[in-house]
Nanobody
Framework: QLQLVESGGGLVQPGGSLRLSCAAS????????IGWFRQAPGKEREGVSC????????QYADSVKGRFTISRDNAKNTVYLQMNSLKAEDTAVYYC?????????????????????WGKGTLVTVSS
């Protein structure tokens, strides 16, 4: 079965850190750009950060620049999102998605339209 599985979400205090993981099973991530997207209650899904197949290109939403870092380990078939200095407004369900033949800029700007694979999401709650 071809799927992406996110993990690493949870409850954290403002200013804290979490690392999300996106693991693929049934296929290799080598051929795909990977994006992290999030959706908060009552809000549209937005692109948080995206990374190219090789990791050479990355894209970040303005709201997370300087705080979040995306990386990938193709040998482990996994992509990571390190989230530091978390704020209450980062609270959302975080999803990873995979797509071929797309730039990271287009991937993140598109809000997740046209992705080949999606995970089921992991909840991040930032609260004191």
């Amino acid at each position: 079965q071809l799927q992406l599985v996110e993990s690493g979400g949870g409850l954290v205090q403002p200013g804290g850190s979490l690392r999300l993981s996106c693991a693929a099973s049934g296929f290799t991530l080598d051929y795909y750009a990977i994006g992290w997207f999030r959706q908060a209650p009552g809000k549209e899904r937005e692109g948080v950060s995206c990374i190219s197949r090789t990791g050479g290109s990355t894209q970040y939403a303005d709201s997370v620049k300087g705080r979040f870092t995306i990386s990938r380990d193709n040998a482990k078939n996994t992509v990571y999102l390190q989230m530091n200095s978390l704020k209450a407004e980062d609270t959302a369900v975080y999803y990873c998605a995979a797509a071929e033949g797309i730039t990271v800029r287009a991937m993140c700007a598109g809000g997740g339209n046209g992705m080949s694979y999606w995970g089921k999401g992991t909840l991040v709650t930032v609260s004191s």
